[in-house]
């Protein structure tokens, strides 16, 4: 017997779609003219939940919204505390210029995350409005930073993680806390 710590699954891979699916309609609501909305994920399960967005989004509009990635480790006010991992090459595929920003991540914890990944995204452009979707809010804020999308709240403890996995990176799907 390991000493594994035990898996707990949040979202099992048919309630992670219908949260996705939600989101998106959540989206097409709040968001008035799609085709300024520009999806900027944040390495790398928020690039690659922008993806799975883009495709709801494509199926529920039959509009083709622009996505791109942008890497805020550069911008870490704590890079000694997170470390560094591979530098995904920032992408965004259209100025920002009064663009209407959707900033996405798996989970937002501290908030230091998403201040970065906004002073990365304000050094290409200043776009109209800069809005966030999470798929997970696990508490624990360091920063006045909410999301505008949240998938799912859940309290965890400090020592604990959360895990959004998806079928084309990781061969299985959902969330979980590891």
């Given at each position: 017997?390991?000493?594994?710590?035990?898996?707990?699954?949040?979202?099992?891979?048919?309630?992670?779609?219908?949260?996705?699916?939600?989101?998106?309609?959540?989206?097409?609501?709040?968001?008035?003219?799609?085709?300024?909305?520009?999806?900027?994920?944040?390495?790398?399960?928020?690039?690659?939940?922008?993806?799975?967005l883009e495709e709801k989004l494509f199926f529920k509009?039959?509009?083709?919204?622009?996505?791109g990635i942008i890497d805020p480790t550069f911008y870490?006010?704590?890079?000694?505390?997170?470390?560094?991992?591979?530098?995904?090459?920032?992408?965004?595929?259209?100025?920002?210029?009064?663009?209407?920003?959707?900033?996405?991540?798996?989970?937002?914890?501290?908030?230091?995350?998403?201040?970065?990944?906004?002073?990365?995204?304000?050094?290409?452009?200043?776009?109209?409005?800069?809005?966030?979707l999470v798929m997970v809010d696990r508490g624990h804020?360091?920063?006045?930073?909410?999301?505008?999308?949240?998938?799912?709240?859940?309290?965890?403890?400090?020592?604990?993680?959360?895990?959004?996995?998806?079928?084309?990176?990781?061969?299985?799907?959902?969330?979980?806390?590891?």
């Amino acid at each position: 017997m390991s000493n594994k710590t035990k898996r707990i699954v949040i979202l099992n891979e048919v309630e992670l779609r219908k949260t996705i699916s939600r989101l998106t309609s959540e989206i097409i609501e709040k968001v008035k003219n799609l085709d300024n909305l520009v999806l900027v994920g944040i390495p790398t399960r928020g690039f690659d939940l922008a993806k799975a967005l883009e495709e709801k989004l494509f199926f529920k509009t039959g509009l083709k919204i622009k996505k791109g990635i942008i890497d805020p480790t550069f911008y870490r006010d704590d890079q000694n505390r997170v470390g560094t991992r591979l530098i995904k090459a920032t992408d965004i595929p259209t100025p920002i210029e009064k663009k209407e920003i959707l900033l996405i991540d798996d989970v937002i914890y501290t908030g230091r995350t998403i201040r970065a990944a906004m002073d990365a995204l304000y050094s290409w452009g200043r776009p109209k409005r800069v809005m966030l979707l999470v798929m997970v809010d696990r508490g624990h804020r360091e920063l006045p930073i909410q999301p505008d999308f949240c998938g799912k709240k859940v309290q965890t403890s400090k020592n604990e993680s959360i895990n959004l996995r998806l079928n084309n990176v990781d061969n299985e799907e959902g969330v979980f806390l590891e």
